[in-house]
């Protein structure tokens, strides 16, 4: 059993195409989150961050991220960039090298999504996640179909058999960038949800995708009501289990002490939640200014277009 995962991330692109520095950072977040042994617990040597790419080795990377895996291996493809869609609707990865002539793309600069779709088919992998942060991220799924067969006993460490796809935006959806966070908004809470712990909503320890989906969704559409993050799951994807929860930090405890009584009251607090809510905070021995961040509300941040 492994866990492997290829990261790309696509911040530099020829004229015509809108630069994308957060991407670079995007890939790198990902990358520290999933090797943390007590988070992702993905061995670093499993881990290919591709960084501006050309397009062939994107290409052959994608290709051998898929080739050659065993039945119980969890493989994860993430990827920060432009993506872009042809008039019959397919979907393409850019790469550092991808041109447009007339405002429309030239395929030979680009990776296809239908290879990639083949190549996920063909993989024996039965863990499969893919997550896109770009422009138009839920067309990749449009077509996308496997069959499964057999069983994995191996329910308690990586979930569910099947497939998972995790879109930033709808097939026709720009996907955008805040002006204040160093992320794109998408990973920013994909990250969040994880390195927190806050996207285990069943708090059992581990963060399947579906909950991290849910997670990622609510707080996107708080910042940034335009984009739509989407999900796909084939067969039992959605149970996949991508990370565990830091289950004993402090802040996630009082975090979802203060989500719980919010949730009973409708945002208000009696004064019997306050004190059980001061008693936990000493008891867990948070400061003051760190309780008062749980009780912020959250506030939307300009928004830049990413694909122009």
């Known amino acids: ?10 911040s530099e692109y020829p004229r015509g195409l809108t630069p994308l520095p957060n991407a670079v ?13 007590e988070i992702g617990g993905f061995a670093p040597g499993d881990v290919t961050v591709l960084t501006n790419p050309q397009r062939q080795e994107m290409e052959r990377e994608i290709y051998h991220l898929y080739a050659n895996r ?24 850019s790469s550092c090298e991808t041109q447009k002539q007339d405002n429309k793309l030239l395929p030979f600069t680009a990776v296809a999504g239908t290879s990639v779709h083949s190549w996920m088919n063909q993989s024996k992998s ?44 709808t097939s026709t959806q720009y996907a955008f960038a805040s002006d204040d966070l160093e992320l794109s908004i998408y990973t920013h809470y994909l990250v969040e949800g994880i390195e927190k712990g806050a996207a285990d ?22 910042a940034s009501p335009a984009m739509t993050p989407e999900f796909y799951p084939v067969k039992e994807g959605y149970r996949i289990f991508l990370a565990k929860s830091p289950k004993d930090d402090p802040k996630l405890k009082y975090r979802k002490e203060v989500e719980q009584r919010a949730k009973l009251n409708q945002g208000r607090f009696s004064v019997f939640a306050l004190e059980l809510l001061e008693s936990k905070r000493i008891e867990w021995q948070l400061s003051d200014d760190d309780a008062k961040r749980m009780f912020g509300k959250s506030k939307k941040a300009p928004v830049t277009l990413l694909c122009q």
Not at 77 to 86: A, E
């Open 70 to 93: 065993h039945k119980d291996d969890l493989v994860l493809l993430y990827f920060s960039g432009h993506g872009v869609t042809v008039e019959n609707g397919d979907f393409y990865f």
């Open 126 to 169: 039965k863990r499969q996640v893919v997550i896109l942060d770009c422009c138009f991220s839920g067309a990749f799924a449009k077509g996308l179909t496997a069959k499964y067969g057999g069983n994995i006993d191996l329910q308690q460490q990586l979930g569910g058999e099947g497939r998972a796809i995790l879109t930033a935006s």
């Open 1 to 10: 059993m492994a866990k492997v995962a290829l990261l790309i991330g696509i």
């Open 201 to 222: 909503k069943d708090g059992d320890g581990l963060i399947a995708v579906d909950e991290l989906h849910e997670y990622a969704k609510s707080k996107v559409q708080e």
């Open 25 to 37: 950072n995007d890939i790198e977040a990902m990358r520290r989150v999933l090797v943390n042994p």
